[in-house]
């Protein structure tokens, strides 16, 4: 079972009390009355403070990681037996992929300002980082931007957007809701998984649907896309560019070394980065315990509370600077350094009660548990996660849930 902790439920038994809403396994949900101040409030001021210093420490130390992980790779070579040196090159792949997550996550710190109170030190580190790992960075910078605007805003939001019941249907070719194989879940979360990263860069794939407007025009390489404005055009111009140098980079290297050193030293690690990404964005966003709002009931702080954090251990905590652990506070403050953001997500709790949502169950198994439980939202201003597999509240159509 999910482990997510809650405080004791609100009543629900007065006529001038709000809606309750049920979630994915039945439970009350009344959305929240608390403000962006009232939280903001209650976090301590130096948690707001930034370091150019201590956050290039961190860059230093990840590419050190990524180094040594290098170093060894070179060495796999002397294995004598084929399947050790078959295993080494799998766990450098792993071991290598949750370094560049890493990575990954400080050039995110530089989109939000959190990497240090200078934009120029942010966008030239986050450029390099993020081109490094083939995301042009002002191009994501700018959407996700607009994502933390408008989280849990099913016309605003940027990504992750949950289908209602009817384009839920259309995306698994299917007239009529029926329980789900398990074979299924596993065939559309692979995909997700490997594909979904690369997917939304190039056609904003689980982001804002733009009805008439070709994938090739949704692309974040594009600067006419429609999640831009006229003024980004130039970032959008370097960020391309950053594309450009590291494809360049990565063709000579492959001149020079082939294709399979290039799949063995980068591509594979580059793959198991994508895979984190995704996997790490959709279980923030995605739990049965969070709503989704229409314009008439949505606010900051409701959207910003429509997240939950969750724990990878030494993983998390360490390689991945606290994104998991965390994320709940860098929606109501995205410029808080992960450095400070577990004392700042201390300090919101308290405001928060029992809509602060955790959830510490296994990383990989919630993975699974949510793909079966959050297939589709319905509801009235609020919105809550359904599924066709018999988990927890039925939805309006289909089968009734157990």
């Known amino acids: 079972m999910s ?8 009543p629900s038994v007065s006529l001038t009390s709000k809606p309750v809403y049920k979630d994915t396994f039945g439970r009350d949900f009344v959305p929240p009355d608390f403000t962006i101040k009232d939280i903001l409030d209650a976090i301590p001021k130096h948690c707001f403070d930034r370091s150019l210093a201590h956050s290039l420490a961190y860059v230093a130390r990840d590419i050190f990681y990524a180094a040594c992980l290098f170093g060894l790779a070179t060495q796999i070579h002397h294995i004598p037996s084929l399947p050790g040196r078959v295993v080494a090159w799998v766990l450098y792949g792993f071991a290598q992929g949750l370094v560049g997550t890493g990575i990954w996550v400080l ?28 995301v042009p960075y002002h191009s994501w910078r700018i959407t996700h931007s607009k994502h933390h605007k408008a989280t849990g805003h099913l016309a605003r939001d940027m990504v992750f957007i949950p289908k209602d019941i009817d384009r839920y249907k259309l995306s698994r070719n299917i007239a009529e809701l029926t329980e789900e194989a398990p074979i299924v879940t596993l065939y559309f979360l692979f995909i997700q998984q490997v594909f979904g990263w690369p997917a939304y860069l190039a056609a904003n ?21 429609p999640m831009f404005d006229a003024k980004d055009f130039w970032d959008i111009i370097i960020s391309d560019v950053g594309i450009l140098v590291a494809g360049t980079l990565a063709y000579l ?8 050193s290039f799949a063995l030293y980068y591509f594979i690690p580059y793959l198991w980065v994508n895979n984190w990404l995704v996997c790490i964005t959709y ?57 400070h953001a577990e004392e700042a997500t201390i300090a919101i709790r308290k405001v928060m009660g029992k809509h602060y949502k955790q959830d510490k169950t296994n990383l990989i198994l919630a993975l699974w548990k949510t793909a079966r439980a959050c297939q589709f939202v319905e509801g009235d201003g609020v919105k809550m996660y359904r599924n066709s597999n018999g988990i927890g509240v039925a939805p309006k159509e289909g089968k009734k849930a157990k």
Request: aromatic share 16%; proline share 5%.
């Open 3 to 10: 482990t997510i902790t809650y405080t004791q439920r609100r």
């Open 107 to 134: 050039a995110h710190e530089c989109g939000h300002g959190a990497f240090s109170p200078y934009k120029l030190a942010n966008d030239i580190v986050g450029w390099i980082l993020h081109s490094a790992l083939f």
């Open 205 to 225: 794939v689980t982001g804002q649907n733009y009805p008439g407007v070709s994938y090739w025009s949704l692309s974040h390489f594009v600067p006419s896309a």
């Open 253 to 260: 290297g492959i001149q020079q070394w082939g294709w399979a």
């Open 283 to 339: 279980l923030q966003h995605t739990d049965p315990s969070l709503p989704h709002y229409d314009a008439s009931e949505w606010n900051f702080a409701r959207g910003a509370a429509a997240t939950v954090d969750r724990d990878f251990g030494f993983i998390g905590r360490h390689l991945f600077h606290e994104i998991i652990e965390t994320h709940v506070a860098h929606h109501y403050s995205s410029r808080i350094p992960f450095y």
